[in-house]
T-cell receptor, first 110, second 114 residues
Framework: GQNIDQPTEMTATEGAIVQINCTYQ??????LFWYQQHAGEAPTFLSYNVLDGLEEKGRFSSFLSRSKGYSYLLLKELQMKDSASYLC???????????WGAGTKLIIKP | ETGVTQTPRHLVMGMTNKKSLKCEQHLGHNAMYWYKQSAKKPLELMFV???????ENNSVPSRFSPECPNSSHLFLHLHTLQPEDSALYLCASSQDNQKHYEQYFGPGTRLTVT
């Protein structure tokens, strides 16, 4: 079957670093997305990984290990506006549909 | 503002009503999607249209009926819904659905079925 696991909720402190993990088991793989969704708003694209390794984009980085079925999103220098849900999604290679995780709600405390 | 708009933003309807959700994208994309988002559950893909043709229907009940008159507009017609259909309905678009193009989402319609 298709399965994507993320922690339901995480708490971190403003200015700190947090790592949000995502593990997946899917029939086929053609890349992994991370999206950010603030409460009551649309999900917005953060990153895309298809090869193993780390992709850095400002304060946010995303890592992928295809052999382990594992990705993480690393957020540095946390700001209060980073409080949001972070969604992991895998592209199946058969039809390019996205399989979504349930999302990780990140709470930032002062 | 992502370039994808949805109306209405909120909708309350009885189980015998008929209503429609509207989505419009101003990005020149060719693929459009309907998703259902329920609390603490993964996004559920409902329908996919590519160049106005429906390419996916993920076993969605017939009380949900999509319509795509052109590549910029997508509708979701609702009739005789059930309380468990209450959720956030998100529309998204992408350049097309044949590659790993990122999807751009609208703000969603919060639907409550009473």
């Amino acid at each position: 079957g298709q399965n994507i696991d993320q922690p339901t909720e995480m708490t971190a402190t403003e200015g700190a670093i947090v790592q949000i993990n995502c593990t997946y088991q899917t029939s086929g793989f053609n890349g992994l997305f991370w999206y950010q969704q603030h409460a009551g708003e649309a999900p917005t694209f953060l990153s895309y990984n298809v090869l193993d390794g780390l992709e850095e984009k400002g304060r946010f980085s995303s890592f992928l290990s295809r052999s382990k079925g594992y990705s993480y999103l690393l957020l540095k220098e946390l700001q209060m506006k980073d409080s949001a849900s972070y969604l992991c999604a895998v592209i199946r290679d058969s039809n390019y549909q996205l399989i979504w995780g349930a999302g990780t709600k990140l709470i930032i405390k002062p | 503002e992502t370039g994808v708009t949805q109306t209405p933003r909120h909708l309350v309807m009885g189980m015998t009503n008929k209503k429609s959700l509207k989505c419009e994208q101003h990005l020149g994309h060719n693929a459009m999607y309907w998703y259902k988002q329920s609390a603490k559950k993964p996004l559920e893909l409902m329908f996919v249209y590519n160049f106005k043709e429906q390419t996916e229907n993920n076993s969605v009940p017939s009380r949900f009926s999509p319509e795509c008159p052109n590549s910029s507009h997508l509708f979701l017609h609702l009739h005789t819904l059930q309380p468990e259909d209450s959720a956030l309905y998100l529309c998204a678009s992408s350049q097309d659905n044949q590659k790993h193009y990122e999807q751009y989402f609208g703000p969603g319609t919060r639907l409550t079925v009473t």
